[in-house]
């Protein structure tokens, strides 16, 4: 299992919330938010530990999440 610095969870936690923001209010469900979640610690395990990097690698994902509701 990887093991994350503190201000690396911080800074994953940060871009967790702020992409849920640029989620509809009417689909946010907590396995979005999971999935949401998924992608970021997918990033940071794939080296990505910039608070931007991480925020773009999971609001790159939103429009198929949200496709795959509808």
């Given at each position: 299992m990887?093991?994350?610095?503190p201000e690396?969870?911080?800074?994953?936690r940060?871009?967790l919330?702020?992409?849920m923001?640029?989620?509809p209010?009417?689909?946010?469900t907590?396995a979005?938010?999971a999935?949401?979640a998924?992608?970021?610690?997918?990033?940071?395990?794939?080296?990505q530990?910039?608070?931007?990097?991480?925020?773009?690698?999971a609001?790159?994902q939103?429009e198929?999440?949200?496709?795959?509701?509808?």
């Amino acid at each position: 299992m990887a093991s994350y610095s503190p201000e690396l969870i911080q800074t994953m936690r940060a871009a967790l919330d702020d992409v849920m923001t640029r989620i509809p209010v009417d689909q946010v469900t907590p396995a979005i938010k999971a999935q949401m979640a998924e992608f970021i610690l997918k990033a940071a395990a794939e080296g990505q530990t910039s608070y931007d990097g991480l925020l773009a690698s999971a609001s790159g994902q939103i429009e198929t999440i949200l496709s795959m509701l509808t």
